[in-house]
């Protein structure tokens, strides 16, 4: 089950993985995108595909749409918390609140809601893999991250608390905490400014989202006494959030 699967990581990780043959769930809050993504996926071959098209955001939703999956699609084996988004970049005395709710209502309460609700059905068969998208943003602050940061601070946090209590029942949890990606991430947190997204990787080879998904398959294919609890993952021009050496 990948969880934002309408574009970059999500989208790209439900691909590889229907590639190898998995039966996919995916999820989203754009209908026809979901459509797209499902006949795409179905293309790949003798695999089956279930379109959940939800908001992580609403607990009452997210509960919902779970508990009701048909019988033959809750044995979720790999889940993919990777809904979450940046919004603004602003100083905290300027930030707007709408923004810092849209970050912490999808990047930390959905990624909450969606574990609640999936985790028990791991939890039943002391069996799965739960992987958290992060970003270095959590392990870095910098200047007009702010709460950006913060969200993805409490993802590593989460998946940390996620591996202690999921320990006895068999369950891997893996953060994976990406650097500069070049998907639609910058686009949304500027609000569809085309050109101030494109200023955030200029002289950058950035990391794609098919970089991560070829990651996250890696670490679900390991043997299953193996865990790579945390990932972090840059361009070969970037050490860190701090630190990049552009070449312009």
């Not at 043959?21 to 754009?30: A, E, F, L, P």
């Not at 499902?38 to 959940?52: A, T």
């Not at 994976?176 to 569809?192: D, H, K």
């Amino acid at each position: 089950m990948v969880t934002g699967a309408t574009a970059g990581f999500g989208k790209a990780i439900a691909m590889l993985f229907a590639k190898h043959g998995y039966n996919i769930i995916i999820s989203g809050r754009r209908k026809e995108r979901l459509d797209a993504l499902e006949k795409e996926l179905l293309s790949f071959g003798k695999i089956k595909v279930l379109s959940l098209n939800f908001d992580v955001r609403k607990q009452d939703e997210v509960a919902s749409v779970i508990q009701n999956l048909p019988a033959e699609w809750k044995a979720i084996d790999i889940l993919v918390n990777n809904a979450g988004l940046a919004a603004g970049l602003g100083h905290i005395d300027t930030g707007l609140i709408d923004d810092w709710d849209r970050m912490i209502d999808t990047n930390v309460k959905g990624l909450l809601y969606v574990t609640r609700a999936v985790a028990p059905l791991m939890v039943a068969r002391n069996s799965g893999h739960i992987f958290n998208i992060g970003s270095i943003a959590g392990l870095e602050a910098y200047e007009n991250g702010n709460v950006y940061c913060a969200t993805k601070s409490a993802v590593n946090s989460l998946s940390k608390s996620m591996r202690i209590d999921l320990l006895k029942n068999n369950i891997k949890v893996t953060h994976i905490a990406p650097g500069m990606a070049e998907t639609e991430f910058s686009l949304v947190r500027f609000n569809g400014d085309d050109e101030k997204a494109k200023t955030v990787y200029k002289g950058i080879d950035a990391l794609t989202a098919d970089d991560i998904a070829d990651a996250i398959y890696y670490c679900a294919s390991l043997p299953a006494h193996v865990c790579i609890n945390d990932l972090v993952i840059t361009p070969v021009q970037q050490a860190s959030a701090y630190y990049s050496n552009r070449k312009v």
